[in-house]
């Protein structure tokens, strides 16, 4: 019955489309599949990470992850710590992946859109596999390019500073 009742409750949550975060083992390992499937690569340590995701027809169809110590992959010997630091980032978000079939549908747009809600102020990158839609996506919904090294970008927004510009 226990096991009916979380079934339920989970479908229930899984409405098509929209942002939901993956809380569960059964949603945390469908996330990993995705992961692998887009990324074609290990998942890093996710202890301080949440993932957030959208179902279309019972299928994880996107999915990104949100690391609560943004900091962590920053080397505080490295030159670029301060910049960034300085920020003060509240979380980083990482692994954003949308199964190739559900692409260009808005997607990754609806789960960054998300996280401005959840998150006051975010930090995210790209790099060199990095799909070139991704630094379009960034820039429309307001971030902005805070340091670039090599083929790598970070970007930041701030819901303080959408405020200072209206
Ligand atoms: C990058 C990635 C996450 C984007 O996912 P997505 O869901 O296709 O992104 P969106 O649909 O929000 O936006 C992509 C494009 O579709 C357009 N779009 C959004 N909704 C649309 C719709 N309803 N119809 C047509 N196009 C649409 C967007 O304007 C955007 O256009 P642009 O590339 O010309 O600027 C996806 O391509 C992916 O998983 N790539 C591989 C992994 C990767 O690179 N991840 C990012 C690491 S930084």
Redesign the pocket.
Known sequence: MKLIMENWRQYMNEEDEEVIELTTDDQKAKAAALETL??KGPTPNTKHHRSFGIFDDGDLV?MTRVNLRPLSSWKKKDDDYDKVSVLDPVAAI???????T???????????KHLQGEFGSLL????P??????A??NL?LGFKPVLRRGKNTQYFWSSGEEEEED
């Open positions: 887009v990324f996107a990482s692994a954003t992946a949308v199964n190739p559900h692409r260009r549908r808005g997607f990754a747009t609806k789960l960054k995210t990158g790209t790099g596999k990095s799909h070139e839609s991704m379009r996506i429309k």
